[in-house]
């Protein structure tokens, strides 16, 4: 099953987005991937959970924290309630102390991902645009142009669900 990756704002639902993306990820077979948090994250998830015959899971890269006896636990926030599959990571958020290249565990988001659909976000969502651009990976942003200053040119951008779908479905038609 075509896993597709929603990047977007920890803090911003982006509903009238996410909703509607989310719902049609799950009525049409697909696996979802977040980054497990709240914002868009827990939007699309919600969403994509509302479909009662879904076919596909939810999948959560959850950042941790280093815990003295046990190693690595989930950031408190995550995973959200709607993650189906959480997957523990040593690898933190990108956060601002975090060196320019430093590794986050959007490389996992990103490589994991058949197809990137990002949604506004901050400084996290253009870190996985660009790792999108740099490893070549099929991406497209969903919202509105000035939500999405110093996105990487060849990533298009459209405020429209139904262009979407079909950037989903022409790049994954080979996997479902």
Not at 37 to 50: D, E, K, P
Not at 101 to 127: E, F, H, K, Q
Not at 140 to 164: A, H, Y
């Amino acid at each position: 099953m075509p896993v597709v990756g929603v990047m977007g704002s920890g803090t911003v639902k982006w509903d009238h987005l996410a909703e509607p993306l989310g719902r049609w990820l799950a009525e049409n077979g697909y696996d979802l991937l977040t980054g497990a948090g709240q914002g868009t994250m827990l939007s699309v998830c919600r969403a994509f959970c509302s479909v009662a015959d879904r076919r596909g899971r939810t999948i959560g890269i959850v950042p941790t924290v280093s815990d003295g006896a046990v190693g690595y636990v989930p950031r408190s926030g995550y995973p959200n309630q709607y993650v189906d599959l959480p997957i523990i990571t040593p690898l933190p958020r990108l956060e601002a102390g975090i060196a320019p290249g430093g590794i986050s565990r959007n490389y996992v988001n990103i490589l994991t991902s058949d197809v990137i659909v990002a949604l506004p976000g901050g400084a996290g969502t253009l870190d996985e645009l660009r790792l999108a651009a740099r490893f070549a990976k099929k991406a497209i942003c969903f919202g509105s142009p000035k939500d999405f200053r110093d996105t990487p040119e060849q990533i298009e951008i459209t405020e429209n669900l139904d262009i979407v779908c079909a950037f989903i479905s022409q790049h994954t038609s080979s996997r479902v």
